[in-house]
């Protein structure tokens, strides 16, 4: 139990793309949903949290307007990277809770983007 | 500030023995403390996890300490084998405020068990 799908697990593409990944519970209701980016050898560092229903709360530093989060159903939330540039190349990981105090979050497998 | 640290990057061990991964932390404000373990291109899987009221939880092969006192957590595996072999993240979750919930994670510790 406990599945998240993310999708796509790999994109490439040009500078000013906009780029839409999808996070998805595949066997339980999350409640929230978080958007982590993991730069190469370091952590991951949360950018967002995603409600459904509500708007995203993004972490200091995250720009609320180049990284849109959607989270539309129980099941389903959405990150988008709008006109994306090579400095937004990274691993993006998507993470789901069934809100549940003592639940721990579920990753999905991670998005790497390439800018080019 | 790094509010959650590994300050081993890497451990290597032989298969049957032993693995210690330890983790300490600054803030007293969490809640919840867990293991994840991350193979290349995936993402983490978790592991265990401990409240911050318990010192000890144990689930098979994998026990987590907690020394509150000390703010360190550890993480055993025994007996290690080689497909243990990945980097393994502590992550600390906020208890209230703008934080209930959310994960601070360690840098990882790459983990090679030898066979």
């Known amino acids: 139990g406990a599945v998240v799908s993310q999708h796509p697990s790999r994109v490439i593409c040009k500078s000013g793309t906009s780029v839409k990944i999808e996070c998805r519970s595949l066997?339980?209701?999350?409640?929230?949903m978080f958007w982590y980016r993991q730069f190469p050898k370091q952590s991951l560092m949360l950018m967002a949290t995603?409600?459904?229903?509500?708007?995203?709360?993004?972490e200091q530093g995250v720009e609320k307007d180049k990284f849109l989060i959607n989270h539309a159903s129980l099941t389903l939330s959405t990150l988008t990277v709008t006109s994306a540039h090579p400095e937004d190349s990274s691993f993006y990981i998507c993470?789901?809770?069934?809100?549940?105090?003592?639940?721990?979050?579920?990753f999905g497998d991670g998005t790497r983007l390439s800018i080019l | 500030d790094q509010q959650v640290k590994q300050n081993s990057p890497s451990l290597s061990v032989q298969e049957g023995r032993i693995s210690i991964l330890n983790c300490d932390y600054t803030?007293?404000?969490?809640?919840?403390f867990l293991w994840y373990k991350k193979y290349p291109a995936e993402g983490p899987t978790f592991l265990i996890s401990i409240s911050s009221i318990k010192d000890k939880n144990e689930d098979g092969r994998f026990t987590v300490f907690l020394n509150k006192s000390a703010k360190h957590l550890s993480l055993h595996i025994v007996p290690s084998q080689p497909g243990d072999s990945a980097v393994y993240f502590c992550a600390a979750r906020g208890a209230g405020g703008t934080s209930y919930g959310k994960l601070t994670f360690g840098q990882g510790t790459i983990l090679t068990v030898h066979p």
């Open positions: 803030n007293s404000m969490f809640d919840y």
């Open positions: 066997d339980f209701q999350a409640t929230t």
């Open positions: 995603s409600n459904e229903g509500s708007k995203a709360t993004y």
């Open positions: 993470s789901a809770s069934q809100g549940f105090s003592n639940q721990p979050q579920h």
